[in-house]
């Protein structure tokens, strides 16, 4: 069995079904459990015994309570097998999804799309999936998960998604989407998403790479004048490569916390919305078979604190950094990174710029003046605590920062250190980063670092950071500690019950035989499709 990690954070769902109350409904076909699906009641579990429920549509629309949901759960999980043409919609309240595995799917692709409802579209509150496994489900492009709206535009709420897997999706679309408004209103600005206050955890994604815009691991919303307030936290993506986003964060005032980013050719990226914060989030790699990223922001207000940055190799066609802050104009489609702190960082022996002060600037200009938009270098920036050491690569200083004028651009510096290149680089210049001597001779990993420099200390803040509402984190508290623990692994995350990892393509960062025909037969359609739009 593996060790699951259980946190007392955004404590959805805790309640306990008390036994007694509860009636277990045993079910055996995909007859039975059509049969049974609107008799439920609240307290009320729906048990499948072990095998294969072929071309099931498990569309539920009776609710349970906040203290006796509706559970429908494998007898022993990952056990029950859903494949074939499957769709689940999750439309009533109160409903916990639990322990199936979707593998070996054949649904219609003309049925479905891309930025549509997911293979499980939960379109009411209070649901949650948990310990599922989605393996290599089929040739369709959609999500995996979707939070969805109704036909009346009402928005699910109080949604979780946990302990559950996504290997090897060889489609186009997002593994999961959380949605609060449609595709048609997104940028429409009389329509502004409301708060979701979803929380994704302690799942593990890894996905192959596809050409393009194809879809990466999650998306959190559509536009920046929408709001998200969802905690995506404790989660592991491993060779998670569907695109250059491994997650596109669009929508205001979301947390990633303690997450696991390893071996990713992708970036977590705050695309749309402001007042975002991501906090001791590893994004480490420990080969060099591809280029690997770390974070990539737009927009404003942000905390990006007590993170790890650790990359052997990094994207050259982002600018080959650990941290890119955006150029281009404010609150655009490319929006200005500005008004945000830096802090308690540590940047380890990467390949490329500890921070690239200046992605993308010469593309964001002909965007800009496209646009007639005012162009800006990144502005209003304050960095404090961060920890810069570089002892194997030469190639890049820490920062890059050529063409910006730190004091007309007000980014101010305070008792950060920096260990491990040439004395005539760039941070020798900058008030508020001091050189320091550390004796890092037989260590092998650095994620305590900061406790084990001398005379160095955390910075600790009050005033720069906030907490989000409906998120049970203590922001300020997280900061001022510093990094804690340690990079998550596949035997913390995923289903308790799934021992092994699906696929070869986490392990290899290639597909098996098998797999490989079907993606190119995803690639080719989706080519064709293009060429004939074109």
């Known amino acids: 069995m593996k060790k699951i990690i259980l946190y007392g954070l955004f404590s959805l769902f805790s309640g306990l079904i008390n036994a007694q109350k509860n009636k277990e409904i045993y079910v055996s076909t995909v007859h039975e459990i059509q049969n049974k699906l609107n008799q439920l009641k609240p307290g009320d579990i729906l048990v499948l015994n072990d095998g294969n429920y072929k071309d099931i549509k498990l569309i539920v629309h009776n609710s349970g309570t906040k203290s006796n949901p509706i559970t429908i759960k494998a007898k022993n999980r990952l056990k029950v097998d859903f494949i074939g043409d499957v769709k689940v919609e999750l439309r009533g309240e109160h409903i916990i999804l639990d322990g199936i595995y979707f593998k070996n799917g054949n649904r219609n692709p003309k049925e479905w799309k891309t930025h549509g409802p997911g293979l499980v579209a939960i379109y009411a509150s209070y649901n949650r999936v948990t310990q599922c496994a989605f393996h290599a489900f089929d040739q369709a492009n959609s999500a995996y998960i979707t939070t969805s709206l109704t036909k009346e535009g009402k928005v699910p709420q109080y949604c979780r998604i946990d302990h559950c897997s996504f290997t090897e999706k060889i489609t186009f679309d997002q593994v999961i989407n959380l949605n609060n408004v449609t595709p048609e209103d997104k940028k429409k600005p009389s329509v502004v998403g409301i708060p979701m206050y979803h929380r994704i955890d302690h799942c593990y994604f890894s996905n192959p790479k596809k050409p393009g815009n194809a879809g990466g691991g999650i998306r959190v919303g559509y536009w920046r004048s929408d709001y998200g307030r969802c905690l995506i936290d404790n989660n592991v993506f491993e060779r998670q490569d569907s695109e250059a986003e491994i997650i596109t964060s669009k929508s205001m005032e979301n947390v990633y916390y303690n997450n696991t980013i390893k071996n990713c050719r992708g970036t977590l990226n705050f695309r749309h919305g402001d007042k975002q914060i991501a906090i001791n989030n590893f994004f480490i790699g420990n080969d060099e078979k591809y280029e690997y990223g770390g974070m990539f922001v737009w927009g404003s207000h942000h905390i990006i604190a007590c993170n790890y940055y650790q990359l052997p190799t990094t994207l050259g066609s982002r600018g ?68 810069f050491v570089n002892k194997k690569h030469r190639d890049y200083t820490f920062f890059n920062i050529k063409g910006i004028i730190m004091n007309k651009r007000n980014i101010k510096w305070n008792n950060n250190v920096a260990f491990g290149q040439d004395s005539e680089i760039t941070y020798t210049k900058i008030d508020g980063v001091d050189i320091v001597e550390l004796n890092l001779k037989g260590k092998t990993d650095y994620f305590n670092l900061q406790s084990e420099i001398s005379n160095y200390k955390l910075s600790q803040f009050k005033k720069e950071l906030f907490d989000i509402e409906g998120i049970d984190l203590d922001i300020e508290k997280l900061v001022n500690e510093g990094i804690k623990g340690k990079p998550l692994s596949w035997e913390d995350v995923g289903p308790d019950d799934l021992d092994e990892i699906p696929g070869t393509y986490a392990k290899t960062g290639k597909l098996s035989l098998e797999i490989q025909e079907k993606f190119k037969e995803v690639i080719n359609k989706r080519l064709s499709t293009n060429k004939k739009k074109k």
């Open 320 to 387: 080959n950094a650990a941290l890119y802050l955006n150029s281009g104009a404010v609150a655009s489609e490319h929006a200005l990174f500005f008004n945000s702190s830096i802090i308690n960082n540590v940047f380890v022996n990467n390949n490329g710029y500890a921070i690239n002060f200046e992605a993308l600037a010469e593309r964001r200009k002909i965007y800009c003046k496209q646009k007639n938009l005012k162009f800006e270098q990144p502005r209003d920036i304050y960095l404090a605590g961060n920890v």
